[in-house]
C-alpha cells in the first residue's frame, strides 16, 4: 500500500495546491495529513476547506492545539526563558487565525485525534505523548526507538520540526515528512512523504514562493514580515 503524508501546511494554500498537483504523478492509495494546518500563513480558512473537500484524514498539531488551548504553549515558554518573546509573538498571531477560520472551522480541528494508524504505518504529529515536543534529525538511534517503539508500527511517521529525513532502525523506521510551508532544512519547496509498505521516500515540490510570500505580506496577520523571512530563506530566521 502507498501512502503519502502531507503536514505542516500553515496555512500556505500555494505549496498545498503543489503537493495535490504532484500527488497525481505518485497516485497514492491513500493520503493522510500531519497536523499544522492553518497557523502561520496568508489563507488558514482556504487551507483548512480544501483538506476538507478532499478527504484527508489526519492528526492534531500543536498549532491546531492552541488555536483553542493555549495552555501547552504557555507552559513551554514558562519551561525555556529566553524564548519566552518568541512565544509571545506566536501567541498574538492566534487570534487573527481563529477569526479567518471561524468556529465551524476550529470545532472541526477539533476534531482530529492524536495518532493514526494505517496497514504499515502510525502517524502522530510530533511524539505519541506531547505535540510540541519531538526528536531532531540528529536524534540517537535510541531515542528515536525510545520515542515512537510505544506507536508499535513497522514506519512510524512524524512531522513538527520541518526538517525531513528518513532514518532505519533495527526494529523501525522513523520518517519526518518535512514541512508544506516554513521549511527549516534551508530548502525553500514543499516537502512530504511517501511511503511504499515500509520504505519512506522524501518528495520535494516547487511552488509560487513569492507569490505565496506576497499573499502573506498583503494579510492581517501579525508579525508577516517574520514569516515571509522564513518562508525566502527555507530555515527558521528569528523575529527582529
Keep these: 500500500m502507498r ?8 496555512g500556505n494554500l500555494a505549496a498545498l495546491e503543489a503537493v495535490v498537483a504532484d500527488l497525481n504523478s505518485v497516485s497514492p492509495d491513500l493520503v493522510l495529513h500531519g497536523g499544522d ?3 502561520g500563513g496568508a489563507r488558514p480558512a482556504e487551507v483548512v476547506d480544501r483538506i476538507r473537500d478532499l478527504g484527508w484524514q489526519g492528526v492534531c498539531g500543536n498549532t491546531d492545539e492552541m488555536l483553542w488551548a493555549r495552555e501547552g504553549l504557555r507552559d513551554l515558554a514558562a519551561k525555556t526563558p529566553k524564548l519566552q518573546p518568541l512565544f509571545a509573538r506566536i501567541e498574538e498571531m492566534i487570534p487573527a487565525t481563529n477569526a479567518c477560520l471561524g468556529e465551524d472551522r476550529i470545532r472541526w480541528l477539533r476534531t482530529l485525534p492524536y495518532a493514526q494508524r494505517r496497514e504499515m504505518v502510525a502517524l502522530v504529529h510530533a511524539s505519541p505523548d506531547n505535540v510540541w515536543r ?3 534529525p540528529e536524534a540517537s538511534d535510541a531515542e528515536l526507538t525510545e520515542t515512537f517503539s510505544c506507536l508499535d508500527a513497522p514506519v512510524a511517521v512524524y512531522g513538527h520540526i520541518h526538517r525531513p529525513f528518513v532514518r532505519t532502525l533495527p526494529a523501525m523506521t522513523v520518517a519526518n515528512t518535512g514541512s508544506v510551508s ?3 532544512d534551508g530548502d525553500s519547496r514543499a516537502s512530504y512523504l511517501v511511503v511504499d509498505d515500509t520504505q519512506a521516500t522524501v518528495r520535494r515540490v516547487a511552488y509560487d514562493l513569492e507569490g505565496e510570500v506576497q499573499a502573506l505580506l498583503q494579510s492581517a496577520l ?7 523571512r ?3 530563506a527555507g530555515h527558521f530566521v528569528p523575529p527582529e
Design 230 to 232: 522564513t518562508l525566502r
Design 182 to 184: 516554513l521549511s527549516y
Design 37 to 39: 494546518l492553518a497557523y
Design 3 to 10: 501512502i503519502a503524508i502531507v503536514s505542516d501546511v500553515h
Design 222 to 228: 501579525p508579525h508577516r514580515e517574520w514569516f515571509a
Design 134 to 136: 519531538a526528536p531532531m
